[in-house]
């Protein structure tokens, strides 16, 4: 009789017997196992980026918009066996091998990922370190003007999107994706290491601004978490 094994009962016997489990389930079903993807809890309350984001938009975004990009993902990854196994990062380097579900979902779950990262309650997400201020500075001329130019990169995306701020060939650019499209995808048309990311999509920012992106624009940087940021430079400007 076929045994059928769950996902944690399989986890459970690699780890007691790496041995026995190689020869009870399926090279492709530890695989599988080895690159299902979760969806980790926000490092923060809900309502604690509220003057800027309101509590039922993080729930919504979080816990339905994310959780639904990592389940498609895992999804796609389980019925294509070039897929398994392989990191989040490696999937984004050979992205535009694979089909629309893949870049989607894969996309989506790296750029919230690190969405939810990049933002704290306000007064707790510090400043730019000396480091990334100087650099700011030599690459757009001043902190305000580098703000500027972010804003304008996310209200000028049409549609679905995200605004970045990325490490690119020795500089700090700033630059805007489609939908869940990011800078370390093989075929973006500028490449970089992400600094700082905003979601521009309108389940972002609808229930708290309507159609107003320019205020949740504006607003965003009271709930920027620099110190999260100045260590992705600190890791991308070595
Ligand atoms: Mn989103």
């Known amino acids: ?26 090279p492709q079903a530890v695989a599988a196992a080895q690159a299902a993807f979760t969806l980790a809890p926000l490092p923060y309350a809900h309502e604690a980026l509220s003057p800027v984001i309101d509590a039922e938009t993080m729930r919504i975004h979080h816990g339905r918009h994310h959780q639904a990009y990592v389940n498609a993902l895992n999804g796609a990854v389980a019925s294509t066996p070039a897929l398994q196994g392989k990191s989040l990062d490696a999937i984004l380097s050979e992205v535009s091998r694979h089909p629309a579900v893949v870049r989607n979902n894969a996309g989506g779950h790296y750029n919230h990922t690190l969405f939810w990262t990049l933002m704290a309650a306000p007064g707790l997400g510090g400043a730019p370190s000396p480091k990334l201020l100087a650099q700011i500075n030599k690459d757009f001329g001043s902190l305000d003007a580098f703000k500027k130019a972010f804003e304008t990169a996310g209200l000028q995306r049409f549609g679905s999107g995200w605004a970045w701020l990325i490490w690119s060939e020795g500089k700090l650019r700033v630059v805007s994706t489609p939908y869940q ?55 991308a400007a070595r």
């Open 181 to 235: 499209d990011n800078p370390l995808m093989d075929d973006a048309p500028v490449k970089g290491a992400p600094i700082l990311a905003n979601d521009v999509w309108e389940h972002a920012y609808y229930l708290k601004h309507q159609n107003n992106r320019g205020a949740y624009l504006s607003g965003w940087w009271q709930v920027v978490n620099w110190n999260k940021a100045n260590a992705l430079f600190d890791a």
């Open 1 to 26: 009789m076929r045994r059928l094994l769950t996902v944690s009962a399989i986890l459970a016997l690699c780890a007691a017997s790496p041995a026995l489990s190689q020869t009870t389930s399926t």
